[in-house]
């Protein structure tokens, strides 16, 4: 009985490592918090410093999300509900981190991982429609939500039959969008940033502006 609870933290504590705010520190911004939209997430990464750290921080994430489910799925028994509470604990330690006060980034790349994870094919038609999202609009949270939300769906055409992954699943789903609320208002403000935009960086911060590449 305590082997599912250990996994299920061990993963959140996993899922909670602040790699943009690291890796952004690196690229001598000390506080990525500080800038763009204030999240640690690959996509504020990108628009402050650059699509090279952006990459890495993106790679992390994922990373985050799939290692950790993989090692649940192996530890504990496969698609039971000890299993999907692990995987929803890494995104839930990406978006409420316990190193950073409870708070973190949106859980995309993170949510992408744990996809890959449970199923691989419905995980890459996710991520094939952010591409083509992002590419037509130009909103990186807009389509980060839609896909998030398309993961469930996906799950099932692909004969997804675990009833605990599929909750999960449709978790991350809503965890996602709610994590995204600011974005769309702004969104809907007119405010939101697109690919490509600047961000200006507080007067005496570390580091420099650059524009997206």
Aim: some cysteine; glycine content about 12%; overall charge positive.
């Amino acid at each position: 009985m305590w082997l599912g609870p250990v996994v299920v933290a061990a993963c959140f504590l996993i899922g909670g490592l602040p790699a943009g705010l690291l890796i952004a520190r690196s690229y001598g911004i000390a506080d990525i918090r500080r800038y763009g939209s204030g999240n640690i997430g690959a996509s504020n990464v990108l628009r402050t410093v650059g699509v090279k750290p952006a990459l890495v921080v993106w790679l992390v994430d994922i990373a985050k999300g799939a290692l950790p489910t993989v090692a649940a799925g192996i530890v504990l028994q496969h698609g039971d509900w000890w299993h999907a509470s692990a995987a929803f604990a890494t995104v839930v330690g990406h978006c409420f981190s316990p190193y950073l006060g409870f708070r973190g980034g949106r859980g995309v790349a993170t949510g992408l991982g744990v996809m890959i994870a449970i199923e691989w094919r419905a995980g890459l038609l996710a991520f094939a429609i952010w591409i083509v999202l992002t590419a037509i609009t130009r909103y990186i949270s807009l389509s980060s939500v839609l896909a998030a939300l398309s993961c469930s769906p996906l799950y099932l055409l692909f004969g997804g039959d675990s009833k605990p992954l599929l909750v999960c699943v449709v978790s991350m789903g809503v965890l996602i969008t709610v994590r995204h609320m600011p974005n769309l208002r702004r969104l809907l403000a007119g405010t939101e940033h697109k690919i490509g935009q600047r961000v200006t960086l507080p007067h005496g911060a570390s580091g420099h502006e650059q524009p997206d590449q």
